[in-house]
T-cell receptor, first 112, second 113 residues
Framework: SQKIEQNSEALNIQEGKTATLTCNYTNYSPAYLQWYRQDPGRGPVFLLLIRENEKEKRKERLKVTFDTTLKQSLFHITASQPADSATYLCALDRAGGFKTIFGAGTRLFVKA | SQTIHQWPATLVQPVGSPLSLECTVEGTSNPNLYWYRQAAGRGLQLLFYSVGIGQISSEVPQNLSASRPQDRQFILSSKKLLLSDSGFYLC????????????FGEGSRLTVL
């Protein structure tokens, strides 16, 4: 069955450092991969989408890489701030599909 | 700009009681609409999606049903709640043709006692 794996352990980093979160998947051939941010008790907020033919995408302090051979995406937050503390969800989609599947997320804590 | 409203935000219901969660989207036409459920520490589980009025696709056999009576209204219902229906329910929309990005509501926390 399709599976998305994100590090279930929380990631603790110091303010100003780069946070790197990992998303691995199996039994799936996504057309694109997305990252969302979710704060406690709130709905997820879309951050970035990267397509299967793209290796890297950036948006301000965020960078996403997508390796379809390794079946892995890395999500980087540079110059991290305490306000970046949240749970980050990885999600996959097939082309023309409506069934976005989500990982369980990784909790990030940025210490001042 | 587009907005999505979901209510109620919090709900405590006894086992066997009915359920109705509502979701409306403003500022867009013919959106794709979704209901997800999120259990603590787990990923979002897709329950239903709809590409048009009256068109509902169910992903998981369960005690729930969905309806889309209007273009921008999506309702999640149950006739008799089970304890296992407790969770965080999220409504979402995406643009027609499925560009990928999902826009979520604030969620409804359901506790079945």
């Amino acid at each position: 069955s399709q599976k998305i794996e994100q590090n279930s352990e929380a990631l603790n980093i110091q303010e100003g450092k780069t946070a790197t979160l990992t998303c691995n998947y199996t039994n799936y051939s996504p057309a694109y991969l997305q990252w969302y941010r979710q704060d406690p008790g709130r709905g997820p907020v879309f951050l970035l989408l990267i397509r299967e033919n793209e290796k890297e995408k950036r948006k301000e302090r965020l960078k996403v890489t997508f390796d379809t051979t390794l079946k892995q995406s890395l999500f980087h937050i540079t110059a991290s701030q305490p306000a970046d503390s949240a749970t980050y969800l990885c999600a996959l989609d097939r082309a023309g599909g409506f069934k976005t599947i989500f990982g369980a997320g990784t909790r990030l804590f940025v210490k001042a | 700009s587009q907005t999505i409203h979901q209510w109620p935000a919090t709900l405590v219901q006894p086992v066997g009681s009915p359920l109705s969660l509502e979701c409306t989207v403003e500022g867009t036409s013919n959106p794709n609409l979704y209901w997800y459920r999120q259990a603590a520490g787990r990923g979002l589980q897709l329950l239903f999606y709809s590409v048009g009025i009256g068109q509902i696709s169910s992903e998981v056999p369960q005690n729930l049903s969905a309806s889309r009576p209007q273009d921008r209204q999506f309702i999640l219902s149950s006739k008799k709640l089970l304890l296992s229906d407790s969770g965080f329910y999220l409504c979402a929309w995406s643009r027609g043709g499925n560009t990928g990005e999902l826009f979520f509501g604030e969620g409804s926390r359901l506790t079945v006692l």
